[in-house]
């Protein structure tokens, strides 16, 4: 089956820690998203990518960082510099960027700052 | 700034009855606008997408409607089922853009 996937489901991070959220896709899709969910907001633009090897900043990009060496992942790490990452973590993917592409959604990472 | 507004308050129908729920945009002008639905603890799932130049759009029991002038989207879910009962999102790309724009959702309840 194709789909895209997300791990763990639930991380627990400590303060200072730095923590990589994986996001891999079967999908043979181009773009790639992350985004941050809070409750009672939109979804929020962490970071996108067209293709391999190149990815540009979201909205709120700062504390966070991306790689997209392969096509099919594009891992998450939040970093020490996050002041307040409690929250849902979702990553995405659609065949064009933007364009009124259909996104393709993981199940999502909680996260949790003890 | 650009901005989605989705109500807020939680909608509670009962079934057999048609749900409606608003997107309200302003300062954008979007080329395409989408809904999803995400279940508490998941991922949002694609719906419908509609563009700038169609009025509306069906599928099965949903059916949406996109008045540029108004800069609104209506959502419509008919003879609805408990099973309905969801948080729905909006979502607005423009033309040549690179960032789809994501409203914050209405909790759809639907009582049996």
């Known amino acids: 089956d194709g789909g895209i996937t997300q791990s763990p489901k639930y991380l627990f991070r400590k303060e200072g820690q730095n923590v990589t959220l994986s996001c891999e896709q079967n999908?043979?899709?181009?773009?790639m998203y992350w985004y941050r969910q809070d409750p009672g907001q939109g979804l929020r633009l962490i970071y996108y990518?067209?293709?391999?090897?190149?990815?540009q900043k979201g909205d709120i990009a700062e504390g966070y960082s991306v790689s997209r060496e392969k096509k099919e992942s594009f891992p998450l790490t939040v970093t020490s510099a996050q002041k307040n990452p409690t929250a849902f973590y979702l990553c995405?993917?659609?065949?064009?960027?933007?364009?009124?592409?259909?996104?393709?959604f993981g199940p999502g990472t909680r996260l949790t700052v003890l | 700034s650009q901005k989605i507004e989705q109500n807020s308050e939680a909608l509670n129908i009962q079934e057999g009855k048609t749900a409606t729920l608003t997107c309200n945009y302003t300062?954008?002008?979007?080329?395409?606008l989408q809904w999803y639905r995400q279940d508490p603890g998941r991922g949002p799932v694609f719906l419908l997408l509609?563009?700038?130049?169609?009025k509306e759009k069906r599928k099965e029991r949903l059916k949406v409607t996109f008045d540029t002038t108004l800069k609104q989207s209506l959502f419509h879910i008919t003879a609805s089922q408990p099973a309905d009962s969801a948080t729905y999102l909006c979502?607005?790309?423009?033309?040549?853009?690179?960032?789809?724009?994501f409203g914050a959702g209405t909790r759809l309840f639907v009582k049996a």
């Open positions: 995405a993917s659609s065949i064009l960027l933007g364009q009124g592409g259909e996104q393709f």
């Open positions: 999908l043979n899709h181009d773009a």
């Open positions: 990518s067209q293709i391999v090897n190149d990815f």
């Open positions: 300062n954008y002008s979007p080329a395409y």
């Open positions: 509609i563009r700038e130049n169609e």
């Open positions: 979502a607005l790309d423009s033309t040549g853009g690179f960032k789809t724009i």
